[in-house]
């Protein structure tokens, strides 16, 4: 998600191999300056971020750790605006966030990833679905509700959103629920019509945040319409859609800083969990290749119920790891978001993370066939895989439409996955998996 701004800073700290070198510091800084340029980080940007660098790096004494340190530091004071960061709940619920942006931004999908987000936080949420410009926003909306098992708050025979949203915001308090999310419509392009209407929608509900979601792959027209829409409604928070598309990911660097509001959330991948909180001193670490094991965690903590995660620790530990546990696990990998999005916070494993941006384990050929083989498994044989002989294999091979063969280099690759775990469970288990992740942590920045 950061490979090129992250190649970028490393080949620019690489520049500086002695200390008190002013013409290498110069160099390292030119370097960064064209790369930076090049990621489409605005010039403004760029040329203050530069002048930090500088400033920190003489201060500390030049040499390649004061530059690296620099680096951070600086960019931790671009990325942090005034205001919030993440999702931030009122003492007295719901906590009401109004949605804006232009059509085609990903408003509608950014909305109700938001809400899974927060429902894995075991939050309440609700939606309401004020968009009826759009022909089948709503529609769009209940499909998608639906599919994450979000309530859903619409009027069928609605045409005022001020009204709908009046409605909705009735409702959330009723209801109890925590959170309150309003979609609103969009636009091809900034128009009265537009901000006349988002505005009466914000004065009948007075939402407690006002969220701005921009399209990551506009690169500074998306900065351009946030300070629009900023000007007009006072926005709190810009959510960047599709950073995933954007291959230069610059402009996630100065859109907070020339907005002068916080970048909140960041859109990571195209499944509801692919959405996450946007915190400065983070995502430094995810640029310089240092991972985010802390991100990781919350997101894992969240999926991962406690009890269900002791039971299963201690079936691998005894070796009872069964095909229903695998199913059980998928079920909540899924909910982790992109392998690309978890790589990517795991140091010295995001130099893999781009190499596996198109990964989809859900959806890919190897694991329809795998649930295809546990599918046409007895209850008995999917917990205790121990019972397939050649037989039973042959059966299932049938069952599944694959052959033996493939059934056998699955049931292997099962064995030796479960060996695995057994190894990393025990209590030297997590010394081991560092000293893995030390070994592929070797490229990264110099130290």
Do not use: W
Not at 59 to 81: P, R, V
Not at 208 to 220: I, K, M, P, R, T
């Amino acid at each position: 998600m950061f490979g090129v701004l992250s190649e970028s800073f490393k080949t620019a700290v690489n520049k500086l191999r002695f200390a008190d070198d002013d013409k290498a510091l110069k160099n390292a800084l030119e370097t960064l300056k064209k790369a930076l340029l090049k990621a489409d980080v605005h010039h403004k940007v760029t040329k203050e971020l530069l002048q930090r660098v500088e400033a920190h790096t003489k201060q500390a004494g030049i040499g390649q750790e004061a530059f690296l340190n620099a680096i951070k530091h600086s960019l931790a004071e671009i990325l942090t605006a005034p205001g919030n960061q993440g999702f931030v709940y009122t003492s007295k619920p719901p906590t009401v966030v109004l949605m804006s942006g232009l059509q085609g931004s990903g408003k509608t999908t950014t909305t109700v990833k938001l809400g899974t987000y927060l429902k894995l936080r075991k939050k309440k949420v609700l939606i309401a679905a004020c968009d009826l410009q759009r022909l089948a926003a709503v529609e769009q909306l209940k499909q998608l509700c639906a599919q994450h098992e979000l309530d859903l708050f619409y009027d069928e025979s609605g045409s005022d959103p001020v009204d709908v949203a009046k409605k909705a915001l009735e409702k959330a308090k009723s209801g109890l629920y925590d959170v309150l999310l309003v979609d609103t419509a969009g636009r091809l392009a900034i128009d009265e019509a537009l901000m006349a209407q988002i505005k009466a929608v914000h004065k009948a509900i007075a939402p407690h945040e006002v969220f701005y979601v921009a399209d990551a792959l506009s690169g500074q027209d998306a900065v351009k319409t946030a300070a629009s829409f900023h000007e007009a409604l006072g926005i709190t928070g810009v959510v960047l859609s599709k950073y995933d598309g954007d291959t230069k990911g610059g402009v996630a660097l100065g859109i907070a800083h020339q907005v002068g509001v916080p970048l909140r959330f960041i859109g990571v991948g195209e499944k509801a969990a692919d959405l996450e909180a946007f915190l400065p001193e983070r995502i430094v670490g995810r640029i310089m290749g240092e991972g985010d094991l802390a991100t990781l965690a919350e997101k894992t903590n969240a999926v991962i119920d406690e009890k269900k995660a002791k039971l299963m620790n201690k079936k691998i530990k005894k070796g009872e790891f069964n095909f229903n546990d695998f199913l059980d696990q998928m079920e909540s990998m899924k909910k982790l978001g992109s392998m690309k999005s978890m790589l990517g916070m795991i140091p010295g494993l995001s130099g893999m993370a781009d190499k596996l941006k198109d990964v989809d384990l859900e959806n890919s050929v190897e694991m329809k066939r795998i649930k295809a083989m546990i599918g046409s498994m007895t209850l008995k044989e999917r917990e205790a895989p121990a019972l397939l002989n050649n037989s039973r294999k042959r059966r299932i091979a049938t069952g599944a439409g694959l052959s033996q063969v493939e059934v056998n280099r699955f049931l292997k690759q099962f064995q030796n996955a479960a060996k695995m775990a057994k190894k990393f469970s025990g209590k030297k288990g997590m010394q081991d998996l560092q000293a893995m992740l030390g070994q592929n942590a070797r490229g990264g920045f110099p130290r």
